[in-house]
């Protein structure tokens, strides 16, 4: 029963908006993991500044959340190469890190909190932008492939 639950969840293809929206929360979740850790250990353990170890920190978490949304969100195949996805996935992470450092600073500098707390805050506010972006290019891309 929980192995198929699992299954159904994670490995099943399943195109959904609702489905991929659970899977980008689960992958999303880790990649956030994965930036918010990276970022804490620049500025805490390193002592970068806390902007350039936003950097750092959202790098990694483009990287693994790349990785996991192939594997588990948006599974099919498109038509362009992997370097030319990877880039428009970057372009989408690029706009985020706007939003993510944006908010990142507004936090820290006007609001005085911490900057890890900030961090929090601000990987939150990049969350719906990266799902839709991310889900607007998947549809046109399917899209063109389906009308070639």
């Given at each position: 029963?929980?192995?198929?639950l ?5 490995i099943?293809?399943n195109d ?8 980008y929360i689960?992958a ?8 918010i850790?990276?970022?804490a ?11 350039v ?7 990694m978490?483009l990287?693994?959340?790349?990785i996991?949304c192939k594997l588990f969100?948006f599974?099919?195949a ?5 370097a030319?996805e990877f880039?428009l996935h ?8 706007g939003i ?6 507004s936090c820290?500098?006007f609001?005085g909190?911490?900057?890890l707390a ?6 939150g ?5 990266n799902?839709?972006g ?15």
């Amino acid at each position: 029963m929980l192995k198929k639950l699992l299954f159904d969840l994670f490995i099943k293809k399943n195109d959904s908006s609702g489905m991929q929206l659970f899977r980008y929360i689960f992958a999303g979740g880790i990649a956030a993991a994965v930036n918010i850790g990276t970022f804490a250990f620049c500025t805490e353990a390193l002592s970068i500044y806390y902007l350039v170890g936003n950097i750092f920190g959202f790098a990694m978490g483009l990287v693994s959340n790349y990785i996991l949304c192939k594997l588990f969100v948006f599974t099919d195949a498109i038509s362009i190469p992997k370097a030319g996805e990877f880039i428009l996935h970057g372009i989408v992470s690029i706009i985020s890190l706007g939003i993510d450092t944006s908010v990142l600073w507004s936090c820290t500098s006007f609001l005085g909190l911490y900057p890890l707390a900030s961090k929090l805050v601000a990987t939150g506010a990049g969350f719906l932008w990266n799902f839709s972006g991310r889900k607007i290019i998947y549809v046109k891309l399917k899209q063109s492939d389906t009308e070639q």
